[in-house]
């Protein structure tokens, strides 16, 4: 897929893996529209992709508002022209027993993780309907294909997030949008900055974040006729 000029919208943008993804597409002539809840991580990132001659447009937004993100759709494509490619890679994780877990934790797993890509999605599909074309990358884990101890709630948000993205997928094809679920094994990112430390899991089989956007990218180069369902990989 050639990106050049065409719009690619990435949530999550100023952490971890979404900002990878955002720096390994600096040099692909795409105006990259850039997500994330933190002005200072979208300023260090957006200026980081313009040192690497990339064009960055930065949107402090919280995904889980719905009217928020409506608003970036219109922002967005104002900014970077029509957004072409969906990268939702915000998310986050709360680790614990199932009886020790707050109902606050559960709320902020599944607003964040499964609701708000549904409302990013929703936003920017409606846009790229009427032009017919249009590529969507729901960004899930290995925990979206099997259960985790200690995973109850995480698994839950992104089994919906499966399910939400081979549903769309399914109607989509008929205005040739394609919809893939990314599903990497842990990564060794932030995304596990905010757990104490005894409830951090190993890192030993973590895949770093660089060989996890590998994987986006893999996806991004292939032809406008093919479409992967399903893209899973993990650590050994």
Known sequence: MDLRDKGVLITGAGRGLGREIALRLAGSGANLALVSRTDEDLKEVSEKVKELNGKAFAFAVDIRDEAAVYQLSVNAERGCGPIEVVINSAGLGRYNALELLTPGEIHEMIDTNLKGTIFTTQAIYQRMRPRASGLIVNVLSTAGREGKARETAYCASKW???????????????????????CPGGMDTPFWDHEPEERQPSKGRFLSAEVAAEGILQILSLPENVEIPEYAMRGL
């Open 160 to 182: 919906g997030v499966m399910g939400f993205s081979k549903a769309l997928a399914l109607e989509a094809r008929k205005y040739g949008i394609r919809v893939t679920a990314f």
